[in-house]
């Protein structure tokens, strides 16, 4: 071949290198927006892992906790399309802080991001203190109206979803709760521990370590059905309130990444929450593993959106309450 001709050659090969080989070689960074520890972290971290050996790229996981989710989710929709980057997020951040945050949210869920793959459901439950006898909503609804302190309630940050569980129920039940919120779920956890609060709204799978340790008591689930980990625990609806509060966690890709790569990365994630290790793993923790594609995923978020407007307005919730 002559020499001329070599460059030439040589630049017609890299061009016909498809994109998703390039992003091959990438080290894929998982943005959390929230700090170790929680069961969001554990699921990232379980997530990356398989997701590594299945793609054949290096993985790290990135805590950039802040603002309940918000500085997490604005860096994921700042980073290049390039299949460098993911964000798993839970539902609040694309669902219920457009609705709420303002001008504190900088990015649309639906213009700055492209929808990978849904991983889990989850549910968010009452759990009061041990030292409280209440051993039933009933009997603790009756202990906050006798003693209205009682119903100061904690939550991991204002403006998450279990602040409004919180809220729905004081009002469904006739209290007066007052919500404490906290910089994550580990310090509201340790202040219901620790008795600065006697009661508080968790995710489930959060909350379980505390219970099991027989510091908090678990009264009621906000889901559809009872967990599968805790039977025994009865849904709020069967207990007369017309409470509904379940959510998810899922990958969000920057807006602009290539299909091949989203593709390529939805399927990994579906085939890691399915594998048989990993859903045990993630049931123990309770978590329910779901495993959606991009088309699934994009459809509940937008149902979610519209349905958790409503109930945000009507909350009367105000970022800094």
Do not use: C
């Not at 309940?68 to 609040?92: R, S, Y």
């Not at 207990?239 to 593709?263: H, N, R």
């Not at 399927?267 to 699934?296: C, F, H, N, W, Y």
Request: net charge positive; proline share 8%.
């Amino acid at each position: 071949m002559p020499k001329f001709l070599a460059p030439v050659v040589a630049l017609a090969m890299a061009l016909s290198v498809p994109f998703a080989a390039s992003a091959q070689d990438k080290t894929l960074k998982f943005v959390l927006g929230y700090p170790p520890g929680a069961s969001s972290d554990i699921l990232t971290r379980l997530l990356a892992e398989k997701m590594r050996v299945s793609l054949g790229m290096n993985t790290v996981v990135e805590n950039r906790a802040g603002a309940g989710g918000i500085v997490g989710t604005d860096a994921v929709k700042n980073a290049a399309p390039d299949g460098g980057t993911i964000l798993l997020t839970p539902l609040a951040p694309m669902v219920a802080f457009p609705h709420s945050h303002g001008a504190a949210v900088r990015y649309d869920p639906f213009k700055d991001f492209v929808p990978v793959a849904h991983v889990t459901d989850f549910q968010l439950a009452l759990v009061v203190s041990a030292e409280l006898p209440a051993k039933s909503v009933a009997e603790y609804v009756a202990l906050v109206k006798k003693e209205p302190k009682l119903g100061d309630y904690a939550s991991a940050a204002a403006g998450s979803l279990p602040h409004y569980l919180g809220v729905m129920f004081s009002k469904a039940a006739g209290l007066g709760m007052m919500h404490v919120p906290y910089k994550g779920t580990a310090p509201a956890l340790q202040a219901l521990a620790g008795g600065e609060v006697k009661a508080g709204m968790f995710v489930l799978s959060d909350a379980l370590t505390l219970v099991r340790s027989g510091k908090a008591r678990l009264l009621a689930v906000a889901g559809t059905k009872r967990a599968s980990l805790t039977p025994d625990v009865p849904t709020f609806k069967e207990l007369g309130y017309d409470l509904e509060a379940s959510a998810w966690y899922a990958l969000f890709a920057p807006a602009g990444t290539p299909k091949d790569i989203v593709d390529r990365y939805a399927k990994a994630a579906i085939d890691a929450v399915r594998s048989p290790d990993l859903k045990q793993r993630l049931e123990q923790m309770g978590l329910e593993p779901t495993g959606l594609g991009p088309a699934e995923l994009a459809r509940i978020l937008r149902a979610d959106y519209d349905k958790w407007g409503p109930v945000i307005k009507a909350s009367g919730f105000k970022p800094g309450q």
